[in-house]
């Protein structure tokens, strides 16, 4: 036997990989748990659905309002000592809340585990734009974003199989970022430690950032309200074939583009926003399960595209003193779409389940008539802004 390979560690792209699907473990190991731990878990006088619901939430809620703070933070630390253990405290924090009584002990260790996935995705998302330039760059955030989706469902799968024998078993999931911190203190990181970290100035990645919110609330949109739409809400195996659709989409997508990583990005985007909005359009009209197919397999392809295009624009623009601070506006734009999902389909859905994917439409419109059109419209809101003020 090769005592060489033996040796052989994975690569660097690999570990950066591998420390994002398990980000993605923050709400995706427990989420087919929900019914389970509801039943598990009594809160003396307070809905505990209401409750098992927020805990599910609270990480991406967390990781939204500490990422930009998260990322000043990262960037001052070693960086092989800080990743390795943001990633056992991502451990720690997720397989404790498996031993909770109540709510209070579940939802205090879910904050943990925002906090601990915050710092995860900023290190990552640094080591990125310290180890690679040009296309490779866009190669690792592509597959990163295809890894992240595939990852997702693998959890999702491994969560509801593991919920079928007792609510806590699926929390047991989140050790899987113990190897993932092994092999973090294999490699040799760039540290920023001498470079002071500057603030990130907003205005050249304004558009970016925006686009990544509306991309992700869109998405997170098949799994918080396509259950609900009247063809599927009485039809859960039909509503995770089309959740099933979107994310295999969205993986896919994301590979094709790492591919070609560096080719016609303005382009990709365009037709990007345009599939977007031709997704949740038909979602927002049709009736039937071919037609909830379609929409999702466009919305999918749309995200999977988007997410390494925009990331990519924003790294770009990255230096050692700035880094970390773009990493955390990235964690908080992502999670801020899924908040933003999360809330918003439940109360504009009250008027009607397809409603939320109508306003969405409307958003994706506005978002591409700004992108194409913004530098000549630029001009006149100056002109509005100025006359309002």
């Not at 926003?273 to 379609?294: E, K, N, Q, R």
């Not at 008539?369 to 100025?386: I, K």
């Amino acid at each position: 036997m090769n005592l060489a390979r033996l040796k052989r560690r994975p690569s660097r792209a690999v570990v950066i990989w591998a420390a994002g699907a398990s980000s993605v473990m923050s709400g995706a190991a427990i989420a087919p748990a929900i019914p389970v731990l509801e039943a598990g878990l009594v809160a003396e006088g307070q809905p505990a659905p209401l409750l098992a619901r927020a805990a599910l939430i609270m990480p991406a809620l967390v990781i939204m309002l500490s990422g930009v703070v998260m990322g000043r933070l990262t960037g001052r630390v070693d960086q092989r000592l800080g990743f390795c253990l943001s990633l056992c405290a991502l451990a720690f924090f997720g397989v404790i809340g498996g031993l909770a009584s109540g709510y209070g002990f579940l939802l205090l260790s879910r904050v943990g585990l925002g906090l601990a996935t915050a710092a995860v995705l900023c290190f990552a998302t640094a080591a990125i734009a310290a180890h690679y330039q040009g296309a490779e760059r866009g190669r690792v955030i592509g597959r990163k974003a295809a890894v992240n989706t595939f990852g997702g469902v693998i959890f999702v799968l491994c969560g509801g199989a593991l919920a079928g024998i007792a609510w806590q078993a699926p929390f047991v999931l989140y050790l899987l970022a113990v190897p993932v911190a092994v092999l973090v203190a294999g490699r040799s990181w760039r540290s920023p430690g001498t470079v002071q970290q500057t603030a990130v100035p907003l205005g050249p990645i304004l558009l970016e950032l925006g686009l990544l919110v509306m991309a992700m609330g869109a998405f997170y949109l098949m799994p918080v309200q396509v259950p609900f739409v009247p063809a599927l809400s009485e039809a859960p195996v039909q509503s995770g074939l089309v959740i099933a659709a979107a994310t295999l989409a969205s993986g896919i997508a994301s590979l094709i583009v790492a591919s070609r990583a560096g080719h016609a990005p303005g382009a990709v985007r365009s037709g990007a926003l345009v599939l977007l909005l031709t997704g949740l359009a038909i979602c927002s009209l049709v009736g039937s399960l071919p037609g909830y197919l379609l929409a999702a397999v466009l919305i999918g392809v749309a995200f999977g595209a988007l997410l390494p295009v925009l990331i990519s624009a924003i790294m770009a623009r990255s230096t050692p003193q700035t880094a970390h601070g773009l990493s955390g506006l990235i964690a908080t734009a992502l999670y801020a779409g899924q908040v933003l999902a999360a809330f918003f389909a439940p109360s504009v859905g009250a008027i009607d389940p397809r409603a939320p994917f109508a306003a969405f439409a409307v958003l994706s419109a506005l978002a591409l008539l700004l992108y194409l059109y913004g530098a000549s419209l630029r001009p006149a809101g100056r002109w509005l802004w100025e006359r309002a003020a």
